[in-house]
C-alpha cells in the first residue's frame, strides 16, 4: 500500500540488482519521486536514465548524491563503508542514510566511528538471484521478502517509523532488530549451511576414486542440500570476512553438535541417535514450507509473482485446467540465494517440466532448480 512520505530526493551509490531494483520499485510506486543515482559503470547510469527509473544520464559527485534526502549504499560491503566515510561531508541537514549488505556489525562500527549514528539505518533486503546487475534488476524483486532494519541507538525515532513503512509499501516484509542479532542469525541460518554445504562438496570431491563413483551417483538428495554451494565465491569470502565473529561463534557450536552424534554413533547409543534425528524432523517440518525429506528428489519450481488478489488462484486454475496437479505450494519470504517469490512443488518430474512450459506461456518468470 502507497503511503505519504517525507523522501523526495532519493539517491542510490551503486545500481545493481538491488540497488536497482529497490530504485525500479520506488518509481513504480511512487513516479513522482525524483530518484538519483551514481555506479562503477557510466552504462548503467546510461540505461536507468533511459528506462525513466533515475533523473540524471551522467555520473554524479558525492555531493550531488548527499543532497537527497533519502540515500541508499548498494554497493559491497566494504566499498559501502568506504562510501560512508566519503559521503559524510555532504550529507544535507535531516537526510536518512541506509545500506542493503547482508552483514551489519561492520558498518555500524563505521558509522559510530564517523559520528553518523543520528542519521544511518541499516537495511537488508533478504531477495537477490544468482544474476547479477542492472540489467537484472526487477520492480518486482521485493515482492513478499524480508526486509531487514537495523537502527543505531542514535537513529530518530521518526525515521525509522518513515523507512520501515517505505520498506512495506514496496511490497517486503519489515523487520526491525538490533543489528548484532541480525548478524548472528544470519550466520547461523544463512553463513554456516553455505560453509557447511561448500565443506561437503570438497569432501566429495577429495574422498571420491578415480573413476568418480562419488560424483557419478550424486544426483537427487545430495544436489539438493548442496545446491548453494555454487554460489559466488567473490561474495562469500566477503561474508565470511566481514561477520567473522560471529560465523566462528556458531561454528563452534556446530562442531560441537557433530562431536556430541559422533559420540553417540560411536557408543551405538540408538536412543540418543533417534532423538537428534526426530528432534530435526519436528523442528524442520515446523518450518513455512517443507519437504518430505532431506534426499528425497523434489520436483520444484519458483516463479515470480505479483502480490495482488487472485495471483495464486490464477497459477493454479492455469495448471489445474491442464490436469497438472500441486503437490506443495508456498511464498518465499527469505530469496536472498533464490530466484522467484512463489515456489511450487509438482508430483514427478513430467509434471514439472509441463508446468514450467505452461507458465512460461503465460508469460510467467519460472525458475527451475
Given at each position: 500500500?502507497?503511503?505519504?512520505?517525507?523522501?523526495?530526493?532519493?539517491?542510490?551509490?551503486?545500481?545493481?540488482?538491488?540497488?536497482?531494483s529497490?530504485?525500479k520499485t520506488?518509481k513504480?510506486?511512487?513516479p513522482?519521486?525524483?530518484?538519483y543515482?551514481?555506479?562503477?559503470?557510466?552504462?548503467?547510469?546510461?540505461e536507468?536514465?533511459?528506462?525513466?527509473?533515475?533523473?540524471n544520464?551522467?555520473?554524479l559527485?558525492?555531493?550531488?548524491?548527499?543532497?537527497?534526502?533519502?540515500?541508499?549504499?548498494?554497493?559491497?560491503v566494504?566499498q559501502?563503508l568506504q562510501?560512508?566515510?566519503?559521503?559524510?561531508?555532504?550529507?544535507?541537514?535531516g537526510?536518512?542514510?541506509t545500506?542493503?549488505?547482508?552483514?551489519?556489525s561492520?558498518?555500524?562500527?563505521?558509522?559510530?566511528?564517523?559520528g553518523?549514528?543520528?542519521?544511518?539505518?541499516?537495511?537488508?533486503?533478504?531477495?537477490?538471484?544468482?544474476?547479477?546487475?542492472?540489467?537484472n534488476?526487477?520492480?518486482?524483486?521485493?515482492?513478499?521478502?524480508?526486509?531487514?532494519?537495523t537502527?543505531?541507538?542514535?537513529?530518530?525515532?521518526?525515521?525509522?517509523?518513515e523507512l520501515?513503512?517505505?520498506?512495506?509499501?514496496?511490497g517486503?516484509?519489515?523487520?526491525v532488530?538490533?543489528?548484532?542479532?541480525?548478524?548472528?542469525a544470519?550466520?547461523?541460518?544463512?553463513?554456516l549451511?553455505?560453509?557447511?554445504a561448500?565443506?561437503?562438496?570438497n569432501?566429495?570431491?577429495?574422498?571420491?576414486?578415480?573413476?568418480e563413483?562419488?560424483?557419478t551417483?550424486?544426483?537427487?538428495?545430495?544436489?539438493?542440500?548442496t545446491?548453494?554451494?555454487?554460489?559466488?565465491?567473490?561474495?562469500?569470502?566477503?561474508?565470511c570476512?566481514?561477520n567473522?565473529?560471529?560465523?566462528?561463534?556458531?561454528m563452534?557450536?556446530?562442531?560441537?553438535?557433530?562431536a556430541?552424534?559422533r559420540?553417540e554413533?560411536?557408543?551405538?547409543?540408538?536412543?540418543?541417535?533417534?532423538?537428534?534425528?526426530?528432534s530435526?524432523?519436528?523442528?524442520?517440518d515446523?518450518?513455512?514450507?517443507?519437504?518430505?525429506?532431506?534426499?528425497?528428489?523434489?520436483?520444484?519450481?519458483?516463479?515470480?509473482?505479483?502480490?495482488?488478489?487472485?495471483?495464486?488462484?490464477?497459477?493454479?486454475?492455469?495448471l489445474?485446467?491442464?490436469?497438472?496437479s500441486?503437490k506443495?505450494?508456498?511464498?518465499?519470504?527469505?530469496r536472498?540465494?533464490?530466484?522467484?517469490?512463489?515456489?511450487?512443488?509438482?508430483?514427478?518430474?513430467?509434471?514439472?517440466?509441463?508446468?514450467?512450459e505452461?507458465?512460461?506461456?503465460?508469460?510467467?518468470?519460472?525458475y527451475?532448480?
Open positions: 500500500m502507497k503511503i505519504a512520505m517525507s523522501f523526495e530526493k532519493i539517491g542510490f551509490i551503486g545500481l545493481g540488482l538491488i540497488g536497482g529497490i530504485a520506488l513504480r510506486i511512487y513522482e519521486k525524483k530518484l543515482a551514481t555506479s562503477g559503470h557510466l552504462s548503467t547510469v546510461t536507468a536514465y533511459e528506462d525513466h527509473t533515475i533523473e544520464n551522467t555520473q559527485s558525492l555531493a550531488d548524491i548527499g543532497d537527497c534526502d533519502l540515500i541508499f549504499l548498494c554497493t559491497p566494504q559501502n562510501y560512508l566515510k566519503e559521503i559524510k561531508p555532504y550529507l544535507k541537514e537526510a536518512v542514510l545500506d542493503v549488505g547482508s552483514v551489519k561492520d558498518i555500524h562500527a563505521a558509522a559510530a566511528r564517523e553518523l549514528e543520528h542519521c544511518f539505518i541499516g537495511g537488508h533486503p533478504m531477495t537477490g538471484s544468482e544474476k547479477t546487475g542492472y540489467a534488476a526487477t520492480a518486482y524483486l521485493l515482492e513478499n521478502a524480508y526486509y531487514i532494519i537502527p543505531t541507538p542514535l537513529s530518530p525515532a521518526g525515521k525509522v517509523t520501515t513503512e517505505l520498506v512495506r509499501a514496496l517486503a516484509i519489515p523487520m532488530l538490533d543489528y548484532t542479532e541480525h548478524d548472528h544470519t550466520a547461523t541460518i544463512s553463513h549451511p553455505h560453509i557447511v561448500a565443506s561437503l562438496v569432501l566429495v570431491e577429495q574422498q571420491d576414486d578415480e573413476h563413483t562419488m560424483k551417483i550424486a544426483a537427487g538428495g545430495f544436489r539438493d542440500i545446491r548453494i554451494a555454487s554460489s559466488s565465491a567473490v561474495m562469500w569470502e566477503s561474508i570476512l566481514s567473522r565473529a560471529q560465523i566462528l561463534e556458531i563452534d557450536r556446530f562442531s560441537d553438535q557433530l556430541h552424534i559420540a554413533i560411536a557408543d551405538a547409543d540408538g536412543s540418543s541417535i533417534h532423538g537428534f534425528f526426530q530435526a524432523k519436528d523442528y524442520r515446523s518450518l513455512t514450507i517443507n519437504k518430505s525429506g532431506p534426499l528425497k528428489k523434489v520436483f520444484e519450481l519458483y516463479c515470480d509473482l505479483i502480490d495482488e488478489a487472485g495471483g495464486i488462484a490464477t497459477i493454479a486454475t492455469i489445474a485446467s491442464n490436469n497438472l500441486i506443495n505450494i508456498g511464498i518465499i519470504h527469505n536472498e540465494f533464490e530466484d522467484g517469490v512463489l515456489r511450487l512443488e509438482m508430483y514427478d518430474a513430467d509434471s514439472l517440466q509441463k508446468s514450467v505452461l507458465l512460461r506461456k503465460y508469460h510467467y518468470t519460472v527451475e532448480r
